[in-house]
């Protein structure tokens, strides 16, 4: 596959499209590819998952079952 061909093609038939529900979707594709989703996290967020992974580096974890029959009575 030559991929600048496809490419061309693409921007050929880009260009021809006259449906928005084709280009909104084009543009969700489109701008997934540009974001982070780490740069869209609150900064409490970001902190809480660096503490949960500097408790894992630590060794302080827990089983899934142990945790989640720990609080079945709430779930």
């Given at each position: ?44 967020e ?7 992974i ?10 899934h ?5 720990l ?5």
């Amino acid at each position: 596959m030559n991929i600048q061909n496809e490419k061309n093609k693409l921007i050929e038939w880009i260009k021809s499209l006259s449906d928005e529900n084709i280009i909104e979707r084009i543009m969700v594709v489109k701008e997934s590819q540009n974001s982070d989703w780490w740069n869209e996290l609150s900064n409490f967020e970001r902190k809480s998952i660096d503490s949960g992974i500097a408790d894992i580096k630590k060794g302080e974890v827990h089983q899934h079952s142990k945790v989640k029959k720990l609080y079945e009575k709430w779930l």
